[in-house]
Nanobody, 119 residues
Framework: QVRLVESGGGLVQPGGSLRLSCAAS????????MNWYRQAPGKEREWVAS????????NYPDSVEGRFTISRDNHKNMVYLQMNSLKYEDTAAYFC????????????WGQGTQVIVSS
């Protein structure tokens, strides 16, 4: 059974930091690219970070570039999102996604963890 379980969300002041974690199980973690998305109330889900399954290359949209860092530990089947210099507009539910596009496309989602940036 595939499971992605996010943790680490919470309330943080602007300028603060949080580290989100995602525990994966039920699939070959090292074969999948891992992504973080977020969704604010009333808005569409937005991609915020990716890390490849092969060389660990990372990619970010401009909105979080330089502030967020995605990493993975293939031995622990974990992916992380370090978020620094948080802004009010970073408030959202954050979701972990596992994606493999080779052959039959497979995409799995976690249930999300809430991040609230507020003073």
């Amino acid at each position: 059974q595939v499971r992605l379980v996010e943790s680490g969300g919470g309330l943080v002041q602007p300028g603060g930091s949080l580290r989100l974690s995602c525990a994966a199980s039920g699939f070959t973690f090292s074969d999948f690219a891992m992504n973080w998305y977020r969704q604010a109330p009333g808005k569409e889900r937005e991609w915020v970070a990716s890390i490849t399954s092969t060389d660990g290359g990372t990619n970010y949209p401009d909105s979080v570039e330089g502030r967020f860092t995605i990493s993975r530990d293939n031995h622990k089947n974990m992916v992380y999102l370090q978020m620094n210099s948080l802004k009010y507009e970073d408030t959202a539910a954050y979701f972990c996604n596992a994606f493999m596009g080779a052959g039959e496309v497979q995409s799995y989602w976690g249930q999300g963890t809430q991040v609230i940036v507020s003073s």
